[in-house]
């Protein structure tokens, strides 16, 4: 039989944790990415590889980008303030095209590999209100991914699957505790300090923080 392999986008976070893990549980062999694109912190890439070493994945890579050469956003320029309070509208902490950049990378290693498979954490329930992360936009990049690729005009078509995007937090981390998450291991804060502790005020932060809350576990997150 041919392994089932996949390609997952691995921000470090909790989210994407869950997809690792429930991808895993799927029976694909994961293949794990991550993107070093010039964030406000390494902490994250940091937590993605002790997330990658805990749910045992086969291949975990580290794609070096300068995302923050553009600038736009709070999490690539570090001269516009991550907000602390909720706003309204599309926060500064979007970062332009960064999920359409991201899932196009790891189309290109997916075919590589021949994995006709790339999981992607992104969520429409509990989320900032980015562009990027609904439903219109995956169905929309799938339909790309098989217009644009040998593979995908040769009849072996790519999904993007998009497990947690109808869950709300609380959803998401009792999937991730089912299959075995540390999340201890995980950072979702926007503005994390070296050692990966969080601020506890960022939007990130507050639907992490109330997602722990409503499924009744303790939330293992450090702050600073």
Not at 144 to 153: F, P, Q
Request: hydrophobic share 40%.
């Amino acid at each position: 039989m041919t392994e089932k392999k996949a390609v997952i986008l691995l921000s470090g976070g909790l989210d994407s944790a869950t997809v690792v893990a429930m991808a895993k549980a799927d029976g694909y062999a994961c293949y794990t990415m991550s993107f070093d694109y010039g964030q406000r912190h390494r902490s994250e890439l940091q937590a993605a590889e002790r997330v990658a070493q805990q749910l045992g994945v086969v291949e975990h890579k580290v794609i070096g980008l300068n995302l923050n050469g553009m600038g736009g956003s709070a999490l690539t320029d570090s001269s516009i303030a991550v907000p602390e309070t909720p706003g309204e509208g599309i926060p500064v902490t979007y970062v332009p095209a960064r999920n359409t950049v991201f899932l196009s990378l790891a189309l290109g290693w997916a075919e590589v590999l021949g994995a006709r498979d790339i999981f992607i954490g992104v969520n429409a329930v509990d989320y900032s209100g980015y562009p990027d992360c609904r439903p219109e936009f995956v169905e929309a990049f799938e339909r790309m991914a098989n217009l644009a690729t040998k593979a995908g005009v040769e009849g072996q078509g790519f999904r993007i699957q998009a497990p947690l995007q109808f869950l709300s937090k609380a959803q998401i981390v009792e999937a991730g505790m089912a299959h075995g998450v540390d999340y201890g291991l995980t950072v979702s804060c926007y503005q994390a300090d070296e050692d990966g502790r969080a601020c506890g005020k960022c939007d990130s932060c507050r639907l992490r923080a109330a997602g722990f809350a409503e499924a009744g576990v303790k939330d293992p997150t450090r702050y600073f």
